[in-house]
Nanobody, 121 residues
């Protein structure tokens, strides 16, 4: 059984910073792309940032220059460093990963349970 567990959310003032973490655990063979999504109240879930197994990154235009995604392959963990936070960054942030549990199997998509980020004064 595979689990993705996020941590690091909370309440922060505009202009502040937070660092989210997502640790994958369980019977994991290989982890491929890892992503962060977010969903604000009344809005669709949106892709925030992606990092490939090779370390290539991609960001939504709304967070470029403010957010940084990184990963520690030894710890099966992905991070999202969020700086210069704005009220419009308020959302539940979800970790997402493509991984397989055995050699030669097709990677499946897994989701974390989400962590709330609130940016308000």
């Amino acid at each position: 059984q595979v689990q993705l567990v996020e941590s690091g959310g909370g309440l922060v003032q505009p202009g502040g910073s937070l660092r989210l973490s997502c640790a994958a655990s369980g019977s994991i063979f290989s982890i491929y792309a890892m992503r962060w999504y977010r969903q604000a109240p009344g809005k669709q879930r949106e892709l925030v940032a992606t990092i490939t197994s090779g370390g290539s990154t991609n960001y939504a235009d709304s967070v470029k220059g403010r957010f940084t995604i990184s990963r520690d392959n030894a710890k099966n963990t992905v991070y999202l460093q969020m700086n210069s936070l704005k009220p419009e960054d308020t959302a539940v942030y979800y970790c997402n990963s493509d991984l397989n549990t055995a050699w030669g199997t097709i990677p499946l998509e897994y989701w974390g349970q989400g962590t709330q980020v609130t940016v308000a004064s």
